[in-house]
C-alpha cells in the first residue's frame, strides 16, 4: 500500500497567503500611504509606506530606544511595548505631516499586539 504525501502548510505559508489576499486591495497613496505592520516572536514594527512611489515615509519599532523608554510606563509585555511603537509611529508620522492611513494587518488577526499597534495609532492622531 502507498502512502500520499500531502504538502504540508505551515504557519508562515498561510499568513504568506492572507496577506497576499488583502494586498490585492489594500494600496498605498502619497495622499493615504499605507501604515503595515510585522509582527516576529519577540519585536513589533510599523512602517508608513507609499506604494506608487516605493518609499517608506515613517516607521517606528519597539528596538528604538524611545519606544522602550515608553514601555515602562505603559507596563512591561508584548501589547505593552507594541502601544509605544503605535504611539512612536503617529508621532512620527504627524513630523511628516501625515494624517490619514490605510491599515495593512500583513495577514495577522486583528487582535492582541496588532490591534494594540492600531489603537495607539489611533489614540496619537493618526486616521484610518
Not at 504557519?11 to 493615504?32: D, E
Request: aromatic share 4%; net charge positive.
Amino acid at each position: 500500500m502507498t502512502t500520499i504525501r500531502r504538502k504540508r502548510r505551515t504557519t508562515r505559508a498561510a499568513r504568506q497567503r492572507r496577506h497576499l489576499r488583502v494586498r490585492k486591495r489594500v494600496h498605498g497613496t502619497a495622499l493615504r500611504p499605507r501604515l503595515c505592520v510585522f509582527r516576529s516572536a519577540r519585536h513589533i514594527y510599523g512602517q508608513i509606506i507609499d506604494d506608487d512611489a516605493g518609499v517608506t515615509l515613517a516607521s517606528a519599532s519597539d528596538l528604538g530606544s524611545n519606544a522602550a523608554a515608553t514601555t515602562e510606563d505603559d507596563g512591561s509585555g508584548k501589547r505593552a511595548s507594541a502601544r509605544a511603537v503605535g504611539r512612536q509611529l503617529a508621532q512620527v508620522a504627524r513630523e511628516a505631516g501625515i494624517s490619514t492611513v490605510v491599515f495593512d494587518r500583513a495577514g495577522y488577526q486583528y487582535h492582541g499586539r496588532v490591534r494594540a499597534l492600531a489603537e495607539a495609532a489611533r489614540d496619537g492622531g493618526l486616521v484610518f
